[in-house]
T-cell receptor
């Protein structure tokens, strides 16, 4: 079956540090890949997505590239801010269908001033 | 305007009770979902509906019954609540079930069973 593996958290960084959150996946076919973010006490918001190999998703300074050869979709940001503190989820959709979005376990990021 | 809204946001209830969580989306989407987030933040799909038709029922106990009166609403009814049902329940929607479509989530309903 499909699965998503994220780096274990929590991750604690100082403001303006470089962020990488690793995500690898196992899937049949050619899934679409997503990063969602959950701020404290809120629901999930789409951060970025990529629907085919070599696509790069980007939003709010975050980037992730769909790497089919390494089955990865690592999230990066060059300079984090305190406001980026949240839980980040990597996810994939079944090849051909979005009816079942499979999530990783989430990575808690805390950014200190 | 809230795209996906669910009520109530917080619910504390006793074991054995029956409760419902309501969800509405004003995005004109065809597909709606219920996800459960446990205490470790792990998210797992429970149900998905497309145009009021059940597409996925992911090994959820029979005590959980989704109801979709129209494609803009997907309510979740839970019978005989158990302690293990304590979680955050997220409603969500997407344009359709097509791969790559963005899924929009509600703000969650925090259910505590005591």
């Amino acid at each position: 079956g499909n699965s998503v593996t994220q780096m274990e958290g929590p991750v604690t960084l100082s403001e303006e540090a470089f962020l990488t959150i690793n995500c690898t996946y196992t899937a049949t076919g050619y899934p679409s890949l997503f990063w969602y973010v959950q701020y404290p006490g809120e629901g999930l918001q789409l951060l970025l997505k990529a629907t085919k190999a070599d696509d790069k998703g980007s939003n709010k300074g975050f980037e992730a590239t769909y790497r089919k050869e390494t089955t990865s979709f690592h999230l990066e940001k060059g300079s984090v801010q305190v406001s980026d503190s949240a839980v980040y989820f990597c996810a994939l959709s079944d090849g051909g269908s979005n009816y079942k979005l499979t999530f990783g376990k989430g990575t808690l990021l805390t950014v200190n001033p | 305007d809230t795209a996906v809204s669910q009520t109530p946001k917080y619910l504390v209830t006793q074991m054995g009770n029956d409760k419902s969580i309501k969800c509405e989306q004003n995005l004109g989407h065809d597909t709606m979902y219920w996800y459960k987030q446990d205490s470790k933040k792990f998210l797992k799909i429970m149900f998905s509906y497309n145009n009021k038709e059940l597409i996925i029922n992911e090994t959820v106990p029979n005590r959980f019954s989704p109801k979709s009166p129209d494609k803009a609403h997907l309510n979740l009814h839970i019978n005989s609540l158990e302690l293990g049902d304590s979680a955050v329940y997220f409603c969500a929607s997407s344009q359709d079930g097509g791969q790559g479509n963005t899924i929009y989530f509600g703000e969650g309903s925090w259910l505590t069973v005591v």
